[in-house]
C-alpha cells in the first residue's frame, strides 16, 4: 500500500490522529525494525498513556501522580473526542496481522480489539445523554428522572 492513498483514506474516515501516527511511523525508520510483538506493545503503551492522560482521576487511583492537579472532561467534545479514539484504536489493532504474534500476545491482541468492539458498538447508544443523579441507579430513577432532570434530551409528554 502506497503511503500517500493511506494518509488520505484515514484523513477520509476522519482518524486524523491516526494519519499523523502514520506518518511519524513512516518517517521513523526505528519503528520498521520492529516485530509484530513490539509494535502490538507500542500499540497498548500509547493507549494506556492516552487513557492516563484523558483520565486523569484513573492515573491517580492507579498511583500515577503525574495528573493529581487535573479532572476528568465530561464535556460532550472529549466524549467525542475519545468515541473518536476508540475507533482508531480499533482500526488500528485490527491491521496487526495476530499469525505472527505469539500465544499470549494473540490472546492479548483479542481482547484488545473486543474491548474496542464494544466500545464502538456502544456509540450507538449515546449514554452521555442519559439523565440520571448522582443517588440512584439510572433505571430506578427512570420514571421521575424526565421531569426532575435539568438536560431533558427528549420530549415530555403528559399522560392522563
Known amino acids: 500500500m502506497l503511503n500517500e492513498p493511506t494518509r488520505d ?22 519503528v520498521q525494525k520492529l516485530n509484530f510483538d513490539e509494535r502490538f506493545g507500542m500499540l497498548v503503551d500509547e493507549d494506556w498513556e492516552w487513557g492516563l492522560r484523558d483520565h486523569p482521576e484513573s492515573a491517580t487511583q492507579v498511583g500515577d501522580r503525574r495528573y493529581d492537579d487535573k479532572l476528568d472532561d465530561m464535556s460532550l467534545e472529549a466524549i467525542e473526542r475519545r468515541k473518536v479514539h476508540a475507533r482508531e484504536m480499533l482500526a ?55 421531569r426532575s432532570c435539568r438536560a431533558r434530551p427528549w420530549p415530555i409528554t403528559k399522560t392522563s
Do not use: H
Open 9 to 30: 483514506k484515514l484523513k477520509a474516515l476522519k482518524l486524523d490522529a491516526m494519519a499523523q501516527a502514520w506518518d511519524e511511523q513512516q518517517r521513523n525508520p526505528e
Open 92 to 146: 488500528r489493532a485490527k491491521k496487526i496481522d495476530a499469525s505472527k504474534l505469539g500465544e499470549v500476545d494473540r490472546t492479548n491482541l483479542a481482547l484488545f480489539v473486543r474491548n474496542y468492539e464494544i466500545a464502538v458498538e456502544g456509540q450507538r447508544f449515546p449514554d452521555e445523554l442519559l439523565c440520571s443523579t448522582n443517588c440512584t441507579a439510572c433505571t430506578a430513577s427512570w420514571p421521575t428522572s424526565p
